[in-house]
């Protein structure tokens, strides 16, 4: 089970296939105008899908050699102009060795004091996050994934995630892969851009970002980083766990990130025939309603709260999924 699963490299070809083939099909005229957002959509799949095979491949799932990790981390993340060493100081570093912990998980929602400490906190919760049932929230759904990696990597030498010397190469590589995409729109021009990549993008960050805000959202802060207290799995149709990786099973990988996913089923089995009580999962769609109409901000490590009004939600616990099934009720939605 530990061994890398080489064979899902495959997918770096087939994905960059579809990405040049959209392109071509715009860039050519080849098909007719009412097609466009259909092939749109085709392109935005593979940035997606790219993303999904670049995280496997950075925990050193796929392949073991580090040279090759990056090259393929840099080359799949190029839709997201992501950094591989970045990602690898953030993700892997970062998140995965402190999850769901209040100031020091980059990706962990804040606390109500650091709400109240910080503009760029309170603009990021209130106006553009999603939660609370804020319809422009869902702006963070369709370009989460370009912002908040670009919010690292300009935060990454203040919060020492990365050495000075390799802070400046990944802002190399970023910039390496916004030059690609700025050259695609000048030899191309701004309609092949639009269908080319600005739609893929925003499709691509709406599949990557559904997941991304349920991995721990709906989780209590903790100081212990326990998977099974901070982390929620997600259900899909076997055919999107296909396409993405199974990329759903995220409490089996916070326990074994360095495994590739394609053995979580036999994860989830044996971890639900030892903790049935503690272990965390619900459809996809229940998980994202969740997040859509509770607040962001933590008053303590197992309630959120809205600020603005003081409506309160517990974050999901084990052994009463009741409780999350309840913050979805209309009554929720209404205060």
Same mark, same amino acid.
């Given at each position: 089970m530990f061994e890398p699963a080489r064979s899902r490299l495959l997918w770096l070809p087939v994905h960059l296939a579809t990405i040049a083939l959209g392109i071509a099909l715009v860039a050519r005229r080849a098909v007719p105008g009412f097609a466009l957002p259909f092939v749109s959509l085709g392109i935005g799949y593979a940035f997606a899908g790219l993303a999904f095979l670049a995280h496997e491949t950075l925990h050193g799932a796929i392949v073991r050699d580090k040279r090759l990790r990056h090259a393929v981390g840099w080359l799949a993340f190029v839709p997201f102009v992501l950094s591989p060493r970045l990602w690898v100081a953030w993700h892997n570093r970062m998140h $995965?060795? $402190?999850a769901n912990r209040p100031g020091i998980d980059p990706d962990a929602y804040p606390t109500l004091d650091e709400h109240r400490r910080s503009l760029l906190v309170r603009l990021s919760t209130d106006c553009f996050g999603i939660g609370r049932?804020?319809? #422009?929230?869902?702006?963070?759904?369709? @370009? &989460?994934?370009?912002?908040?990696?670009?919010?690292?990597?300009?935060?990454? &030498?203040?919060? #020492?995630?990365? =050495?000075?010397r390799e802070l400046a190469f990944a802002f190399v590589?970023?910039?390496? &892969?916004?030059?690609? !995409?700025?050259?695609?729109?000048?030899?191309? &021009? =701004? #309609?092949?851009?639009?269908?080319?990549?600005?739609? %893929?993008?925003?499709?691509? *960050?709406?599949? @990557?970002m559904a997941y991304i805000f349920t991995n721990h959202a709906l989780s209590p802060h903790t100081?212990? *980083?326990?998977?099974?207290?901070?982390?929620?799995?997600?259900?899909? %149709?076997?055919?999107?766990?296909?396409?993405?990786? #199974?990329?759903?099973? $995220?409490?089996?990988?916070?326990?074994?990130? !360095?495994?590739?996913s394609r053995h979580a089923p036999l994860v989830r089995e044996l971890v639900k025939a030892? !903790?049935?009580?503690?272990?965390q999962s619900m459809p996809? !769609?229940?998980?994202?309603?969740? @997040?859509? @109409?509770? =607040?962001?901000?933590?008053?303590?490590?197992?309630?959120?709260?809205?600020?603005k009004t003081g409506f309160r939600v517990r974050t999901l616990v084990a052994r009463v999924r009741e409780r999350i099934r309840e913050s979805v009720r209309p009554k929720a939605v209404r205060q």
């Open positions: $995965h060795g $402190h049932a804020r319809l #422009r929230g869902v702006t963070s759904l369709l @370009v &989460g994934f370009h912002v908040q990696s670009l919010h690292v990597l300009v935060s990454a &030498g203040r919060k #020492r995630y990365l =050495p000075r590589e970023t910039a390496a &892969g916004a030059a690609i !995409w700025l050259a695609l729109l000048v030899a191309l &021009g =701004p #309609r092949v851009f639009l269908f080319a990549y600005v739609l %893929p993008a925003l499709f691509a *960050n709406a599949c @990557v100081t212990v *980083n326990d998977p099974l207290a901070n982390s929620l799995s997600v259900t899909v %149709p076997r055919v999107v766990d296909f396409l993405t990786l #199974r990329f759903g099973f $995220h409490v089996e990988h916070h326990l074994f990130p !360095w495994m590739s030892r !903790w049935p009580e503690r272990y996809l !769609w229940q998980a994202l309603l969740a @997040v859509y @109409v509770t =607040p962001r901000v933590y008053e303590d490590d197992r309630t959120l709260v809205d600020p």
